[in-house]
């Protein structure tokens, strides 16, 4: 059974960082890429970045140069680094993979950023 817990999420003024975690078990986490979602109230959800099994990321253009992903192996565990937050990332976060063609989701965590 493949799990996925996410944590890190909070209440933060804007101009904050926070920094989200993503512990997987199940599967072996070093091949699989990963990635972090985020929706917010109202909106459909959209991806926020993705790391592949050697490190490659991608971001999408608006966290380009405030957000970081990364993993460690080791630990089974993805991370989001969340810097000059703003009012606009406030959304519940999610991260994913895909295993077999079959896609898995932790429950989320709230991220809110105050103005």
């Known amino acids: 059974q493949v799990q996925l817990v996410e944590s890190g999420g909070g209440l933060v003024q804007a101009g904050g960082s926070l920094r989200l975690s993503c512990v997987v078990s199940?599967?072996?986490?070093?091949?699989?890429?990963m990635t972090w979602y985020r929706q917010a109230p109202g909106k459909q959800r959209e991806l926020v970045a993705a790391?592949?099994?050697?490190?490659?990321?991608n971001y999408a253009d608006s966290v380009k140069g405030r957000f970081t992903i990364s993993r460690d192996n080791a630990k089974n565990t993805m991370y989001l680094q969340m810097n000059t937050l703003s009012p606009e990332d406030t959304a519940v976060y999610y991260c994913?993979?895909?295993?077999?063609?079959?896609?898995?989701w932790g429950q989320g965590t709230q991220v809110t950023v105050s103005s």
């Open positions: 790391i592949s099994s050697s490190g490659s990321t």
């Open positions: 199940g599967t072996t986490f070093s091949i699989r890429t």
């Open positions: 994913n993979t895909v295993r077999i063609g079959v896609a898995y």
